[in-house]
T-cell receptor, first 116, second 111 residues
Framework: GAVVSQHPSRVICKSGTSVKIECRSL??????MFWYRQFPKQSLMLMAT?????????EQGVEKDKFLINHASLTLSTLTVTSAHPEDSSFYIC????????????FGNGTRLTVT | GNSVTQMEGPVTLSEEAFLTINCTYT??????LFWYVQYPGEGLQLLLK?????DKGSNKGFEATYRKETTSFHLEKGSVQVSDSAVYFC??????????FGAGTRLFVKA
């Protein structure tokens, strides 16, 4: 069964509103989770690394004030898209991995965000 | 730096055809290698992995062998099915927490 749960799977919001996406690791603790963005027919773009109890590490070109990440517990990270605009419409995917050497990533099923 | 290069798609095959998706990597140290699959509208799922040279990962009829001498991890399947239609990502993990993904290869299998 799924070991990483992401919610919601789809969300439509109006321009200027904020949207929160949750990512939960279901049967293991994850001090680190990852947020990706995927454009149609393209690869995954790592947006940020979410660190439990500390600030997220953002990749170059990703606006930290636009994409707020909170990793408040060992099983939950949230991504909030603030003041969303149509260009933020995308597929957002989170992942986590067990903290054993070279363990693979487990992915959520993604969130399709549409900003109208 | 670390990188992954995989063949561009889309790849279109007829059912029961043989599949190869090429993947090569550059890395320092001794990475682990992965293949992930993404079905339409979903997140990624681990398909198979190999953690050291000459290891062969296999799952659901797919195989890939970690070749250190050619820095490759090509994905193969002897007989594809329509249900294998998806995007396949080759990826590299270096023991740190970042995973490097290839660009993805879209596979279409026709009945």
């Amino acid at each position: 069964g799924a070991v990483v749960s992401q919610h919601p799977s789809r969300v439509i919001c109006k321009s200027g509103t904020s949207v929160k996406i949750e990512c939960r690791s279901l049967d293991f603790q994850a001090t680190t989770m990852f947020w990706y963005r995927q454009f149609p027919k393209q690869s995954l773009m790592l947006m940020a690394t979410s660190n439990e109890g500390s600030k997220a590490t953002y990749e170059q070109g990703v606006e930290k004030d636009k994409f707020l990440i909170n990793h408040a517990s060992l099983t939950l990270s949230t991504l909030t898209v603030t003041s969303a605009h149509p260009e933020d419409s995308s597929f957002y995917i989170c992942s986590a991995r067990r903290e054993t050497y070279n363990s693979p990533l487990h992915f959520g099923n993604g969130t399709r965000l549409t900003v109208t | 730096g670390n990188s992954v290069t995989q063949m561009e798609g889309p790849v279109t095959l007829s059912e029961e055809a043989f599949l190869t998706i090429n993947c090569t990597y550059t890395a320092t140290g001794y990475p682990s290698l992965f293949w992930y699959v993404q079905y339409p509208g979903e997140g990624l799922q681990l398909l198979l992995k190999a953690t050291k040279a000459d290891d062969k990962g296999s799952n659901k009829g797919f195989e890939a062998t970690y070749r250190k001498e050619t820095t490759s991890f090509h994905l193969e399947k002897g007989s594809v099915q329509v249900s294998d239609s998806a995007v396949y990502f080759c990826a590299l993990g270096t023991g740190g927490f970042k995973t490097i993904f290839g660009a993805g290869t879209r596979l279409f299998v026709k009945a």
